[in-house]
């Protein structure tokens, strides 16, 4: 069996990576503008030939622990980054999805540095590739950091799309058979539960373009339509067609978003849905 490649050289940008360059742009001007934060910009950032280095080096510092220390975790980082080149693509979407939908966000390098959601769902898309290569207990060992560090608790089995949103984080919960679809938007303490003390597939399936406001539990192997809304403090015990607003305890439908995917649009409002 061939040993790979694990360095930091091995790790180097592709020739036209937007959300990379964007990156160290910001992260020089800033470097020139707050000294204070100079050797942080460096050592986070631009001391790194790439994004996948960059992430490795900042998520291993994050998760560092006395004992599995962040040197051991970054080569886990780059280990599963060098095997599969899906999860730096799925990265790089997620920060995009945050400078596109977050209103407070307007740079690339303020997810990559600072937004404990997009930190807890990069460090699992981590421990996903574990789980799936079986080496469950290092994949849960992740989530255990995770849910410490960042107050965001995903199991290592769930499958997340790209382009996801999980604004603010804290409290999110999701579970081992969950199915996350492409360009979801979730807020903080959101639940992606099961029902009853049953094994097998018994988690949420979400499509894509959803979006989940704050509080919103949602339980048992039920499905939400793509381009559905999940209104604030709701729980949905009952599949959610696509295209459908549903809100209340238990959840009913209300109405019809205003638009095919709400998670890109973000508004939160139930009123105008149903006049749909």
């Avoid at 790979?4 to 990576?17: C, K, V």
């Avoid at 540095?113 to 992740?142: I, M, N, T």
């Avoid at 109405?255 to 409002?269: F, I, K, S, T, V």
Wanted: net charge negative.
């Amino acid at each position: 069996m061939n040993t790979p490649d694990l360095s930091i050289q091995n790790l180097q940008a592709p020739a036209e990576d937007f959300i990379w360059q964007a990156i160290r742009a910001e992260a020089e001007t800033a470097s020139r503008e707050e000294p204070v934060l100079a050797s942080y910009y460096h050592a986070a950032i631009l001391n790194h030939p790439s994004f996948e280095a960059a992430i490795s080096f900042h998520m291993a510092n994050k998760l560092d622990s006395s004992t599995v220390q962040a040197m051991t975790v970054r080569e886990v980082f780059e280990e599963a980054l060098s095997a599969d080149p899906g999860i730096g693509v799925a990265m790089r979407a997620d920060i995009k999805a945050y400078k596109d939908r977050d209103p407070a966000c307007d740079k690339f390098t303020m997810p990559f540095l600072y937004f404990k959601g997009f930190h807890a769902l990069q460090a699992q898309r981590v421990s996903h590739w574990l789980w799936q290569q079986q080496r469950q207990p290092l994949a849960l060992y992740l989530q255990n950091q995770i849910s410490q560090v960042f107050g965001v608790d995903i199991h290592p089995g769930a499958r997340i799309g790209q382009g996801i949103m999980i604004d603010h984080a804290t409290g999110v919960v999701v579970g081992e058979t969950a199915v996350i679809g492409d360009d979801v938007s979730m807020l903080h303490a959101v639940t992606l539960g099961g029902s009853g003390c049953q094994g097998g597939d018994r988690h949420p399936k979400i499509g894509s373009g959803v979006l989940i406001s704050a509080g919103a539990k949602i339980l048992g192997g039920i499905t939400v339509g793509d381009g559905a809304k999940v209104g604030a403090g709701s729980v949905v015990l009952e599949s959610v067609p696509a295209h459908t607003t549903v809100a209340g305890v238990p959840a009913k439908v209300v109405g019809r978003p205003q638009c095919e995917a709400p998670a890109l649009n973000m508004d939160h409002q139930l009123g105008e849905d149903a006049q749909q």
